[in-house]
């Protein structure tokens, strides 16, 4: 055991100089460390026992810091000091209690964590895998408007099935009042949902929550109805297959980047949407794939479009902002508005037809003038197939025959009948 030492005032231990451990007394154990122009206390003390290399049995030295002089006192390390023998007297080893102290603080520091802390931690851990730069944008954009005014500020470990509730039955304002975000935003409420849910995984990984995750649908489908349930069904006027080729001959006339977004969504079947956000990181312009990723989908899953030779030249063709990834921006920068293709089919004096028809135009031609599966035709349409076995295979195995789907269909779409064209109308009556 430590030799008990002189008892030094506060002066004396104030003139020690030389380097070295000093005993300053009144505590067994208890020394001021000096090295160089470095002054700290340390306390020396036995616990329990250790095997020395040649095998010997021998008690535990240890030295424990206490703190640098004189920020710590002389009083002040004396009282610790003294503490720390009431420890060891009671078989404690002040080392691993004060360890152990600091995982039980550090671990109730970051289960306070707010769900808005950990939705950001979680949108920076990932921003590098996410191959569209607008993803994270969209995550804090849909969070930071319905998420965040709800949930955003509690500590992610209290968030439980009530609280996610309160976030997807929110009220919101809607054309006819007021409705629950669910019924009324149905498919923006489902992404908050999947978003809710990978961020509570993400905070259970890092320690930050327990149990089961309360925004998982297994469990919300109890209280929530489906999304087919609840989605309304819009019927959009389509153009009839056999005017194709006379309307993109039209169209090929308008100039302006409207009109080149509109024949884009044509030739490739996509929605409005998906043509208006996309990006030159998407476009693939040697492999002749578009990929449009999982947060832009209307199903939430990533999706290849194949595109046809009409497609890639048409996209050649376009001029490149620079600033501006946008593949059809709009006049003043940015991405075009949902309005600037409807105003191309109103000067088209085409009012009556829909952006979204074309896909019904596109699903009639393929299905009663072609031979490819349907499942070929619905999956160039990103539509969900029921069948799960049907889905697997459509996924894996279908892309070099949407690849010949989409090339027929913009042959078709160059085709006009000889009956529309005045200059191709041959007469059968002979002269005379």
Known sequence: MSKRAKELSALAVSKIKNDGLHAVGGIPGLYIQIT??????????????RTTSNGKTVAHLRDMGLGAYPEVTLAEARATARELRQQIRNGIDPIEERRAAKARAKLESVKTKTFQECAEAFIVANRTGWKNAKHAQQWGNTLSMYAYP?????????????????VLQQPVQTKDGTEALWNAKTETASRVRNRIENIL???????LREGDNPADWTTLKYTLPAKSKVQKVKHFT?????????FMADLRKREGMAARALEFAILTAARSGEV??????????TAKIWTIPADRMKADKEHFVPLSAVAIRLLESLPRDKGNDYVFPAQKGGAMSDMALTMVLRRMKRGDIKTHGF???????????????REVIEHALSHQLKDKAEAAYARGALIEKRKGLMTDWAKYCDKIPIAESKNNVVSIRRAG
């Not at 996309?278 to 476009?283: K, Q």
């Not at 896909?359 to 599966?373: I, L, M, V």
Request: net charge negative; aromatic share 16%.
């Open 276 to 285: 208006r956000g996309a990006t030159w990181y998407e476009i693939d312009l």
């Open 238 to 246: 389509a153009l009839p297959y056999s005017e194709m080729g006379v």
């Open 359 to 373: 896909r019904s135009t596109f699903r009639d031609w393929a299905g009663e003038t072609t031979n490819y599966p």
């Open 36 to 49: 160089e122009n470095s002054r700290s206390w340390i306390f020396r003390f036995y616990i329990g026992t």
């Open 201 to 207: 995984d993400w905070a259970k990984v890092h320690g």
């Open 150 to 166: 709800v949930i955003g500020g509690l500590p992610v470990a209290e968030i439980d099935t009530g609280l996610v509730l309160e």
